[in-house]
């Protein structure tokens, strides 16, 4: 079946602007996640959504990112007033439910989309 | 919060031999400790994954095993092949609050045939 996707692939922007990114996760997965990946930073996880409950956004760096999630499916990102800093590649994974029965492979495991690699310029 | 170091960050082997990471976890209330493989440009992908309840978990040539008093867990991979060169890392999380993973700092392993 078709696994997590994101869009754009790549996003160039300049320092001040605004982006959208997106990700569209595993059909029936209630848990979504954002992680951004940096050279400095490693994987450092941003916010969480489960099912239709607030979301959980103790990662986010900086009150310039916000995330939503519609009809508890597809996801945004939008980073504000992007600065040199936030140039990463941000990923978004999906997780069947983060609770459940364990099998030969955990209901826990996150599932990665391919990422958007930002750079602001 | 939860802090996973990973060593080491890079790790050199020779195709057959086994290699090792390790990663030591911080916050005693986590359970559940993924491995993902990354290869380059490539998304993160679960190699294999342990609960808090269990010491060890097999699958063919790759294992993981998990001491909880010590705060610590490792991959090991057995007779490996040059598909085995990748990133690797390791996680953390606390299930029940929402399992947000936190990963050690990666570890750049690199299999010579």
């Known amino acids: 079946g078709a696994g997590v996707s994101q869009s754009p692939s790549n996003k160039v922007t300049e320092k001040g602007k605004d982006v959208e990114l997106r990700c569209d996760p595993i059909?029936?997965?209630?848990?979504l996640y954002w992680y951004r990946q940096s050279l400095g930073q490693g994987l450092e996880f941003l916010i969480y959504?489960?099912?239709?409950?607030?979301?959980?956004k103790s990662g986010l760096p900086s009150d310039r990112f916000s995330a939503e999630r519609t009809g508890g499916s597809v996801s945004t990102l939008t980073i504000q007033r992007t600065q040199q800093e936030d140039s990463a590649v941000y990923l978004c994974?999906?997780?069947?439910?983060?609770?459940?029965?364990?099998?030969?492979?955990?209901?826990?495991?996150?599932?990665f989309g391919p990422g958007t690699r930002l750079t602001v310029t | 919060g939860e802090n996973v170091e990973q060593h080491p960050s890079t790790l050199s082997v020779q195709e057959g031999d086994s290699a090792v990471i390790k990663c030591t976890y911080s916050?005693?209330?986590?359970?559940?400790f993924p491995w993902y493989k990354q290869e380059l440009g490539k998304r993160p992908q679960l190699i294999i994954d342990?609960?808090?309840?269990?010491g060890e978990k097999k699958d063919q040539r790759i294992a993981v095993t998990l001491n909880k008093t010590a705060k610590h867990f490792s991959l090991h991979i057995t007779e490996t092949q040059p598909e085995d060169s990748a990133v690797y890392f390791c996680?953390?999380?606390?299930?029940?609050?929402?399992?947000?993973?936190?990963f050690g700092g990666g570890t750049r392993v690199l299999v010579k045939p």
């Open positions: 994974a999906s997780s069947l439910s983060r609770t459940g029965t364990s099998g030969p492979r955990s209901s826990y495991e996150q599932y």
């Open positions: 059909s029936g997965h209630t848990a």
């Open positions: 959504f489960q099912g239709n409950s607030a979301p959980d």
């Open positions: 916050d005693s209330a986590s359970n559940y």
């Open positions: 342990i609960r808090s309840n269990v």
């Open positions: 996680a953390a999380s606390i299930v029940a609050a929402g399992n947000k993973l936190t």
